[in-house]
């Protein structure tokens, strides 16, 4: 079974074509263009993703090695994400499955981030039924326990931030560039987390809050730099280290709060900042501490890609869960 999934919820533009649970081809282009403004600028994105979706799809099928007559299905994002964004990986996909007189599949980019961990991957396991998944990404932060592949419940989540939103105010405030976390993640490698002391949030339950983290680095980096106007520049290395140990405490600690609650040992990570060596290697570690089974996914499954669309549309089409043609897209899709 051939699959095209699609991807476009936010300013990437990506497809990718999966072949029974194998990827044939995961293709992305990456919009520089929001570079310049500090953050996704959702107009841009729409039309960069206007631009890039043909030539993206085309080269999908051309590193597969086969034609579009040969796919048995499309599938698309349909939310959560960017509605300009959305519309335009939505209407497409629409077309080409109407074109090809073939089954459209609507996937929810959030079990995307999840699911992405049934690729077959050498040397990358499948959790069991049920477990948990952390998904920790730009516009999200929530902790979920996974009873089956479409038998998901959130039950955990952040009440304001995101936790890549926190790593990436936090790289304003230093002046880092946008996205801001692979920068705070490779620097972090060169300082020492325990520098400086930041106070983890308090919220009850399995829930998240990071806006208040957050302020606490603003003022801190603005009562540093009064006393020495480089403070930043002589510190950043340790800044970072700190402030990324931080969250993943953060992380972790919720985490075994769920766990503990849950009786659920097999513990997933999903979403772009999954991608954090921190928490990769935290997670690891909590394998040995907690008695955890943790499954990490491939790097170029972290951050966003259309190989996650695809075999969530795998699964779907195992299911013949369909979309209806006229289907919308939905820029608050919840599961
Ligand atoms: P969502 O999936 O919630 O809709 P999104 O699709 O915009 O949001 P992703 O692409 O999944 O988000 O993740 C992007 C986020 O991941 C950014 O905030 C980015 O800073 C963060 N990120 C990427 N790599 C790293 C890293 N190595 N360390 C920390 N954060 C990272
Ligand atoms: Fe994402």
Redesign the pocket.
């Known amino acids: 079974i051939y699959i095209l999934g699609i991807e476009s919820?936010?300013d990437d533009t990506a497809a990718s074509v999966i072949h029974n649970g194998n990827i044939l081809s995961n293709v992305i282009a990456n919009q520089k263009i929001h570079e310049a403004y500090g953050g996704v600028v959702p107009e841009l994105a729409s039309r960069a993703h206007q631009q890039n979706i043909v030539p993206v799809v085309h080269q999908a099928l051309e590193k597969a090695n086969i034609k579009k007559e040969e796919l048995h299905a499309i599938a698309f994002t349909r939310g959560p994400g960017l509605m300009g964004s959305l519309l335009v990986g939505t209407s497409f996909a629409k077309s080409l499955a109407y074109g090809l007189n073939i089954p459209l599949i609507d996937v929810n980019?959030?079990q995307?981030?999840i699911l992405a961990h049934f690729i077959n991957e050498e040397g990358y396991s499948k959790p069991p039924f049920p477990f948990l998944a952390m998904t920790i990404?730009?516009?999200?932060t929530q902790i979920v326990r996974v009873d089956n592949y479409f038998d998901m419940t959130v039950i955990g989540e952040t009440i304001d931030d995101a936790v890549g939103e926190a790593f990436d105010k936090s790289g304003k405030i230093l002046g880092l560039g946008y996205p801001a976390g692979p920068e705070i993640d490779k620097r972090a490698k060169l300082g020492n987390p325990k520098a400086f002391k930041f106070t983890k949030p308090k919220v009850d339950g399995l829930n998240f809050s990071f806006s208040g983290l957050k302020t606490a680095i603003l003022y801190f980096i603005q009562k540093e730099t009064k006393a020495n106007p480089n403070f930043i520049e002589e510190n950043i290395n340790d800044i970072c280290a700190s402030i990324q140990y931080t969250i993943i405490g953060v992380l972790i600690d919720k985490l075994k709060k769920a766990s503990k609650e849950t009786g659920i040992n097999h513990i997933a990570i999903g979403?772009?900042v999954s991608a954090n060596s921190g928490i990769r290697q935290a997670l690891k570690d909590g394998e040995k501490k907690f008695g955890w089974t943790t499954y990490i996914p491939k790097f170029e499954f972290t951050?966003?890609n259309a190989a996650m669309i695809a075999i969530v549309g795998y699964l779907k089409f195992l299911d013949k869960d369909f979309a209806q043609k006229n289907i919308a897209a939905s820029a608050r899709l919840k599961f």
């Open positions: 919820s936010c980019h959030m995307g981030h990404s730009g516009g999200h979403g772009g951050t966003d």
